[in-house]
């Protein structure tokens, strides 16, 4: 990389987190916008400055909160709103930015550029047509997002459906555990489990399939 960051594939941080890999795909799956991802062909790159916001997704879940939880989590901790936009080296890699430094900087740019026009004494013709391109990209960009996480929500709740009934069909003696001496109750730790695990297997084929890409 010719950035001055420090960047780790997923195995990487497996190792430095001593978490699976499987579970780091799916905090990035799930929680992306947080995070400051540089993609390689189909594998993730992550910045040495996002590892908190990873360190902190996992210790959400261990205290048992769920998805929405954990970005409650993460925004009341301050945790910065990123965007996927594509490398301007030209190599066609995407890579992620801070949002409000994103902004910032498109302001600054958009400023600049105002400033010339209006030395050249083409104000209202170079304010269209900035208000023009600064207005279509973003649009762009939110409808991309929204039908992207609209198709991984879709994923997961077929691959948890499919996985719970697997799991209703599974011997009791894998269901349930015993509660005293005569009781009996669902072990909803195992199942959980279970489902993870389920959708952490099939997710990527899912995904592969359902945007038409061979695996």
């Given at each position: 990389?010719?950035?001055?960051?420090?960047?780790?594939?997923?195995?990487?941080?497996?190792?430095?987190?001593?978490?699976?890999?499987?579970?780091?795909?799916?905090?990035?799956?799930?929680?992306?916008?947080?995070?400051?991802?540089?993609?390689?062909?189909?594998?993730?790159?992550?910045?040495?400055?996002?590892?908190?916001?990873?360190?902190?997704?996992?210790?959400?879940?261990?205290?048992?909160?769920?998805?929405?939880?954990?970005?409650?989590?993460?925004?009341a901790s301050?945790?910065?709103?990123?965007?996927?936009?594509?490398?301007?080296?030209?190599?066609?890699?995407?890579?992620?930015?801070?949002?409000?430094?994103?902004?910032?900087?498109?302001?600054?740019?958009?400023?600049?550029?105002?400033?010339?026009?209006?030395?050249?004494?083409?104000?209202?013709?170079?304010?269209?047509?900035?208000?023009?391109?600064?207005?279509?990209?973003?649009?762009?960009?939110?409808?991309?997002?929204?039908?992207?996480?609209?198709?991984?929500?879709?994923?997961?709740?077929?691959?948890?459906?499919?996985?719970?009934?697997?799991?209703?069909?599974?011997?009791?003696?894998?269901?349930?555990?015993?509660?005293?001496?005569?009781?009996?109750?669902?072990?909803?730790?195992?199942r959980d489990?279970?489902?993870?695990?389920?959708?952490?297997?099939?997710?990527?084929?899912?995904?592969?399939?359902?945007?038409?890409?061979?695996?």
């Amino acid at each position: 990389m010719n950035d001055e960051k420090q960047w780790y594939s997923v195995t990487e941080l497996s190792e430095k987190l001593d978490m699976p890999d499987a579970t780091i795909r799916r905090y990035i799956r799930q929680h992306g916008h947080q995070l400051q991802l540089r993609k390689r062909h189909k594998s993730y790159l992550l910045a040495a400055e996002s590892l908190e916001v990873l360190i902190q997704i996992r210790e959400a879940y261990a205290a048992g909160k769920g998805v929405d939880d954990v970005e409650d989590v993460l925004a009341a901790s301050g945790a910065p709103t990123i965007i996927t936009v594509t490398d301007t080296k030209g190599n066609g890699e995407r890579v992620t930015v801070d949002l409000l430094e994103a902004l910032f900087t498109l302001q600054k740019t958009v400023n600049e550029q105002s400033e010339m026009i209006r030395a050249l004494g083409h104000i209202v013709h170079g304010q269209n047509q900035a208000a023009a391109a600064i207005s279509q990209a973003p649009e762009e960009q939110r409808a991309e997002r929204v039908t992207e996480h609209l198709t991984r929500r879709r994923i997961d709740r077929g691959l948890e459906r499919e996985a719970l009934e697997l799991w209703a069909v599974k011997p009791e003696s894998e269901r349930f555990r015993k509660i005293g001496l005569f009781r009996r109750e669902e072990d909803i730790s195992a199942r959980d489990r279970f489902v993870r695990d389920y959708v952490d297997q099939n997710y990527e084929k899912k995904l592969l399939q359902e945007f038409g890409i061979d695996s």
